[in-house]
C-alpha cells in the first residue's frame, strides 16, 4: 500500500515543521547549559534535527511539492518549561511522535532512497531518545 502523494506530502510537511521546531527548542535550551557531556550531546542533537529539516526539505522538492515554511510550536512549549530535566522528557516525547510518524510511513515507501533517509532518520531519534533517557537517569540519580 502506498500512501496517497497528498497525504505523503501534508506528513512530510508536519515532520519539517516539527524537525525546525525541534532545532529551535534544543537552541534555546543550549543557551543556558554550561559546557559538558549534556551540552555536547544536545548540540549532536541539533545538528541531527537541522540535518533532517534539510533532507525533509529536499525530499518534498523532488516530489515536486512546495516545503513548508512554518516552525511548529514544540519549542514554544518545551522553552516554557522549567528544568532541564522536565524539559528532556518534553523533547523525548517530540522525538517519540516523530518516532511513531516514521515507523508508519516507512512500509508505505517504495522508493529506496526515501526509504533510507527515513530509516536513518528513525534510527537516529530512536538513539537521541535513549541518550536523552541516559541524561534523565544521571540527573535524577544526583538529586534523589
Same mark, same amino acid.
Given at each position: 500500500?502506498?500512501?496517497?502523494?497528498?497525504? #505523503?506530502?501534508?506528513?512530510?510537511?508536519?515532520?519539517?515543521? %516539527?524537525?525546525?521546531?525541534?532545532?529551535? %527548542?534544543?537552541?534555546?535550551?543550549?543557551?543556558?547549559?554550561?559546557?559538558?557531556?549534556?551540552?555536547?550531546? #544536545?548540540?549532536?542533537?541539533?545538528?541531527?534535527?537541522?540535518?533532517?529539516?534539510?533532507?525533509?526539505?529536499?525530499?518534498?522538492?523532488?516530489?515536486?511539492?512546495?516545503?513548508?515554511?512554518? $516552525?511548529?510550536?514544540? %519549542?514554544?512549549? !518545551?522553552?516554557?518549561?522549567?528544568?532541564?530535566?522536565? +524539559?528532556? +522528557?518534553? !523533547?523525548?516525547?517530540?522525538?517519540?511522535? $516523530? !518516532? +511513531?510518524?516514521?515507523?508508519?510511513?516507512?512500509?508505505? #515507501?517504495?522508493?529506496?532512497?526515501? +526509504?533510507?533517509?527515513?530509516?536513518?532518520?528513525?534510527?537516529?531519534?530512536?538513539?537521541?531518545?535513549?541518550?536523552?533517557?541516559?541524561?534523565?537517569?544521571?540527573?535524577?540519580?544526583?538529586?534523589?
Amino acid at each position: 500500500m502506498v500512501m496517497e502523494n497528498t497525504a #505523503l506530502i501534508d506528513l512530510l510537511n508536519r515532520l519539517l515543521e %516539527a524537525e525546525r521546531s525541534g532545532v529551535r %527548542a534544543v537552541s534555546g535550551m543550549l543557551k543556558s547549559l554550561p559546557d559538558g557531556e549534556l551540552k555536547e550531546g #544536545l548540540k549532536k542533537a541539533k545538528g541531527d534535527e537541522a540535518r533532517y529539516v534539510a533532507g525533509l526539505h529536499a525530499t518534498l522538492k523532488r516530489l515536486g511539492a512546495v516545503p513548508s515554511e512554518k $516552525v511548529g510550536d514544540f %519549542a514554544d512549549k !518545551l522553552l516554557a518549561i522549567d528544568g532541564i530535566v522536565e +524539559r528532556l +522528557r518534553f !523533547l523525548n516525547r517530540g522525538q517519540g511522535w $516523530v !518516532l +511513531r510518524k516514521i515507523e508508519a510511513l516507512l512500509p508505505t #515507501l517504495t522508493d529506496h532512497a526515501m +526509504r533510507d533517509f527515513f530509516s536513518e532518520m528513525l534510527d537516529t531519534h530512536r538513539k537521541n531518545i535513549a541518550w536523552a533517557e541516559k541524561m534523565i537517569e544521571q540527573m535524577t540519580a544526583k538529586v534523589g
